[in-house]
């Protein structure tokens, strides 16, 4: 008797996740940040593009609508509009009209500082309107020194106006810092009375808040009270994919747990540069302006650094970690503005392996910069400290705009805030 046998079968192919699809980039971004303009009426001490002063180079409104037409071209959803604040935009609400009539969708963040009744009725009214107040705090005390005085009051005069305008699930938007992670249950509690969600952001060390992440960024005891409330609320709070750097602890964090930068996020900053990562506004990232002949399309498409970024990563120094598959290495601006390589761990890594780096660091201070300043301040920066230090904020009551030139006068002349 004879037996025969079959040939053997090849492996079947592990099913493609959607992360490995984003790994090597899209057409289009998923995610794109837009700041339309550096002016803004606060200076708050971690602003991650140091802005204050308008920038004289700012695109223009027609440059403006043009990048709108090419991203409706793209079929990108939607864009994330920040700053500065962008309403001080004098043609900000045309531009957010145009960009929502070419069915590109706009989530917005502010201060809240000109969301007065008639405008909150305004976007209320406007499906494809999202908005984040920001908010520090989840007191006037803690809020405003981070924030500057009165912005407390300001965030919460706009989530007034919001709701009474009949506007459903906006955003409260809080970064988190050593100083509000024991606010948590109360930042939840501002939301829900506000109708609003809230949405829970890392602090990064770019722009002005390179100069504060020593003092400020959580403390390795209340990274683990963050994660856990994270889990305990994972199905009522945004986080941005913000927090992947925590999984290490164990249990992934919802979303997609990977740097997007260059293969699903980009920045388009107030002058048209195009950079990786909204948090990495320096010239190593850069990846072209959308100026250029071929716009925002080709730098997308064809730069050389997001074709970089888009190539198999091996993971470096994290690739050994039994945790590196749900953290992936971290945020890639973290590493860079605290100096440490971008093929290692994070600097908040929870395995304490970035703390280890820091301490090693031979010059923190010789760390790299962001590539512009539009602070109003006219002292010179705060030093980085070598370790972290006790928290000592300074209120920034005595620093006034200087006005440079007419582009960088206050964005705010005229305007009477609303009050409460």
Not at 151 to 161: E, H
Request: hydrophobic share 35%.
């Amino acid at each position: 008797m004879s037996i025969t046998l079959d040939p053997p079968r090849a492996a079947a192919p592990r099913p493609e996740r959607l992360v490995d699809l984003f790994e090597r980039g899209l057409d289009a971004p998923i995610c794109l940040t837009w700041e339309l303009t550096y002016a803004c009426n606060l200076s708050c001490v971690h602003c991650l593009s140091s802005s204050g002063r308008r920038d004289p180079r700012e695109l223009s409104t027609d440059e403006c609508k043009a990048v709108i037409d090419e991203l409706e071209r793209m079929q990108v959803f939607y864009v994330n509009i920040g700053g500065g604040e962008p309403t001080v935009r004098s043609d900000f609400w045309e531009l957010l009209d145009y960009a929502t009539r070419h069915h590109v969708g706009v989530k917005f963040s502010t201060n809240g500082v000109k969301l007065t009744p008639d405008r909150a009725a305004l976007l209320a009214a406007n499906d494809y309107v999202d908005v984040q107040i920001s908010l520090d705090g989840a007191t006037p005390e803690v809020n405003d020194d981070i924030r500057g005085p009165g912005s407390y009051q300001t965030a919460i005069t706009a989530m007034r106006n919001l709701r009474d305008a009949g506007m459903k699930n906006f955003k409260l938007s809080v970064v988190c810092t050593r100083t509000n992670i024991p606010q948590l249950d109360e930042f939840k509690r501002i939301a829900d009375e506000y109708g609003a969600q809230l949405r829970l952001t890392r602090l990064r060390p770019s722009g002005r808040g390179a100069d504060v992440w020593d003092e400020l960024h959580p403390t390795q005891e209340q990274q683990r009270e963050l994660y856990t409330w994270l889990l305990a609320h994972a199905d009522e709070v945004l986080t941005g994919d913000s927090f992947f750097h925590l999984s290490a602890y164990g249990e992934s964090l919802p979303g997609l747990n990977l740097c997007g930068a260059g293969r699903v996020v980009c920045l388009i900053d107030p002058i048209g540069d195009v950079y990786a990562c909204p948090f990495a506004i320096h010239d190593d990232f850069l990846a072209g302006n959308v100026r250029t002949p071929g716009g925002f399309t080709d730098v997308w498409r064809e730069s050389a650094l997001f074709q970089e970024l888009r190539a198999p990563q091996t993971g470096g120094a994290c690739a050994s970690c039994a945790f590196f598959d749900t953290c992936k290495g971290g945020c890639m601006a973290a590493k860079f503005f605290t100096g440490l390589p971008l093929d290692g761990p994070d600097p908040e890594c929870v395995q304490g392996y970035g703390e280890e780096l820091l301490a090693a660091r031979n010059d923190p201070a010789g760390s790299p910069r962001p590539s512009g300043d539009h602070s109003h301040r006219t002292s010179p920066p705060r030093p980085r400290s070598a370790k972290p230090v006790p928290l000592t904020l300074r209120r920034r009551d005595d620093i006034e705009a200087m006005p440079v030139s007419a582009c960088a006068a206050s964005p705010l002349a005229g305007f009477v805030p609303p009050t409460a």
